[in-house]
């Protein structure tokens, strides 16, 4: 196998930069939902109460329940 046919080790992900629907920053990490919904761990934590029941969470905007992984 020639160097151009060869795959990768591993899976490369992508360097991606989310914002926060919340407080608007701009951070590596946010929660997010297809829907484009997107909320940092701080905002998450705040709002916890009111998005969250446990090992889910329920997007504000479309409603769907994503898993916490």
């Known amino acids: ?39 940092c761990d701080a905002c998450f934590q705040e709002n916890k109460w009111g998005i969250t029941n446990g090992p889910t969470w329920i997007c504000p905007d479309c409603g769907q329940i994503r898993m916490m992984e």
């Open 1 to 39: 196998m020639t160097e151009e046919t060869q795959k990768p080790a591993g899976r490369q992900r992508r360097r991606r930069e989310f914002q926060c629907h919340c407080c608007k920053s701009k951070l590596p990490f946010c929660w997010n939902c297809p829907c484009g919904f997107q909320i």
